[in-house]
């Protein structure tokens, strides 16, 4: 697994490992890796380590993105490419990947585009790639849902741009685990594009408000049509911790419709998804816990 410690990769790991499978975890500091399966050294943009990596795997998950980098198109391209190819030459037989929803037909932001680039390049070396597009995941860790959080506690009020009255469909980052698990055998998924989100289509705006009420904190939203993402971007960096180039390209992507229109994944994995009240509770409470556990 590529991305094996990341905010998805390190829980996708633990699900793996409960549900039976050997875990191959690419990392590029093996000795330092900490999580469930068994390390090995490989590096996306190193791509003579990869082939290695993958040696005697049967598939391969990509969880690696380069937003903190401001040549992240063309590094997440290269990263792609690379990884594709030396997963057709170690011998796997599938490669899944979370991408981004999005329609084609939008004017796509640079992030969701090269979301859609990444898609084409992992299957370049011949290996089919199974994907799975979501949009906002809930989650402790998860940048998007640290941008959201960090707005509602450090700002009772809050100027906001055009883009909080885009639609999304916010999901659970268990959800999105289960899901990824749960594509990884079924032979009909090989190759396939689907979908998934949670139960609700909520825009921007009612998820800070939702937020807001979940955290007893008071918020009032003051709409200004001219505040550009790039001037949304400036003035995250003001309240948040969140990497400026990263909610850069968030904000842009906050501008396209991110909600589900394809919902056969439903019928490859049965789930409910949880609600987005629920997750947010549980998003806060593990945040909690690792607070509590870091002291």
Known sequence: MAGASGFVGRRLCVALDQADHDVVAMTRD???YQGAGNAAHGDVHQPATLEPAMAGCQAAYYLVHS???ADFARKDAAGAAAFGEAAARAGVRR???????????DNLSAHLRSRREVEKLLGAGGVPVTVIRAGIIIGHGGVSWELTRQLVEHLPVMITPRWVATRTQPIAISDVVRYLVGVLE????AGRV???GGPEVLRY?????????IEQRPLLLL???????????LWLTLVTDIDPGTGQALIDSMINEVIVHDHSIRDLVALAPMPYADAVRAALRERREARQASS
């Open 30 to 32: 093996p000795a330092g």
């Open 67 to 69: 937003l903190t980098d």
């Open 95 to 105: 490669i899944v990947y979370l991408g981004g929803l999005g329609e084609d037909a």
């Open 186 to 189: 079924p032979p009909q998924a």
């Open 194 to 196: 689907y979908e998934a």
């Open 205 to 213: 705006s009612t998820m800070l408000r939702r937020l807001a009420a």
């Open 223 to 233: 709409p200004v049509p001219l505040l550009t993402p790039w001037l949304s971007s």
